[in-house]
């Protein structure tokens, strides 16, 4: 184990973050038990070791460079799938509240195995969809970062994310390939969500060449309370 332990900390240091040796066996044990569970529900098409370090880890990680984390208080990460960017991101910064949410209940069980056996405290799993909690009193606009790595189009994301972000607060998305049209199709619903794009940047994962996006956008104003939308809208209908 210490070999992978070492590859673990040599990597997330090429992004500029340190991490301690409890942090690298808490992504090990991470790590295992994504392995583990993969093997009975399909919870990634990634399972080498080193490709999980990169493409998972490192790439969840990858914020940083775009945005202090110091200063946020808690995040929500909206259809977490097998907990990226979310549990990386709590892994490394220990005294982030992080909440999971997804609506495949598979998932939240393999989540609440993972924090149980890497001993992460204040790590909320929500088994639902993100259009049933970004309601008045429940989870609306309280958290100071949304993050999201799931596959639907930044229109449709936005309306499912935007909800859950205290004004000033940020909704990041993480893309792959080419986004300029999505981005240009997301205006509308970045505006009628009370956001606005903070910027776009594009980088490459360490030493390969696979290229990543991340778009940073501010909450401005509140969310219009008629949004989200009821469940399936967002995505069949995306305010575009």
Same mark, same amino acid.
């Given at each position: 184990?210490?070999?992978?332990?070492t590859?673990?900390?040599?990597?997330?240091?090429?992004?500029?973050?340190?991490i301690?040796?409890?942090?690298?066996?808490?992504?090990?044990?991470? #790590?295992?038990?994504?392995?583990?569970?993969?093997?009975?529900?399909?919870?990634?098409?990634?399972?080498? *070791?080193?490709?999980?370090?990169?493409?998972?880890?490192?790439?969840?990680?990858?914020?940083?460079? #775009?945005?202090?984390?110091?200063? !946020?208080?808690?995040?929500?990460?909206?259809? /977490? @799938?097998?907990?990226?960017?979310?549990? $990386?991101?709590?892994?490394?910064?220990?005294?982030?509240?992080? /909440?999971?949410?997804?609506?495949?209940n598979?998932?939240?069980?393999?989540?609440d195995?993972?924090?149980?056996? /890497?001993?992460?405290?204040?790590?909320?799993?929500?088994?639902?969809?993100?259009?049933? *909690?970004?309601?008045? @009193?429940?989870?609306?606009?309280?958290?100071?970062?949304?993050?999201?790595?799931?596959?639907?189009?930044?229109?449709?994301l936005?309306?499912?994310?935007? $909800?859950?972000?205290?004004? @000033?607060?940020? *909704? !990041? %998305?993480?893309? %792959? @390939?080419?986004?300029?049209?999505?981005?240009?199709?997301?205006?509308?619903?970045?505006?009628?969500?009370?956001?606005? /794009?903070?910027?776009?940047?594009? *980088? #490459?994962?360490?030493?390969?060449?696979?290229?990543?996006?991340?778009?940073?956008?501010?909450?401005?104003k509140?969310?219009?309370?008629?949004? $989200?939308?009821?469940?399936?809208l $967002?995505?069949?209908?995306?305010?575009?």
């Amino acid at each position: 184990m210490k070999d992978q332990i070492t590859y673990i900390k040599n990597k997330i240091a090429e992004i500029g973050l340190e991490i301690t040796d409890r942090q690298a066996e808490q992504f090990f044990k991470y #790590y295992e038990l994504l392995a583990e569970w993969n093997q009975f529900m399909n919870l990634t098409g990634i399972t080498e *070791f080193e490709e999980v370090v990169q493409k998972h880890f490192v790439d969840s990680l990858s914020i940083i460079s #775009y945005l202090n984390l110091e200063d !946020v208080d808690n995040l929500i990460d909206i259809g /977490t @799938g097998a907990g990226f960017p979310g549990l $990386p991101l709590k892994i490394a910064f220990p005294r982030l509240k992080v /909440t999971l949410l997804d609506s495949l209940n598979k998932r939240i069980r393999f989540l609440d195995q993972v924090i149980q056996e /890497t001993c992460l405290q204040d790590v909320e799993t929500i088994h639902g969809r993100a259009e049933d *909690f970004a309601k008045e @009193g429940v989870k609306r606009e309280i958290y100071d970062i949304c993050v999201s790595r799931a596959v639907a189009n930044l229109a449709t994301l936005c309306e499912y994310c935007l $909800p859950y972000v205290k004004v @000033g607060g940020r *909704f !990041v %998305s993480y893309k %792959s @390939g080419d986004i300029e049209e999505e981005l240009r199709n997301a205006c509308k619903s970045v505006s009628i969500l009370g956001g606005e /794009t903070e910027k776009c940047e594009k *980088f #490459y994962l360490p030493g390969t060449d696979i290229g990543r996006s991340m778009v940073i956008i501010r909450k401005i104003k509140k969310t219009p309370k008629k949004y $989200p939308r009821k469940s399936g809208l $967002p995505s069949r209908s995306p305010l575009s």
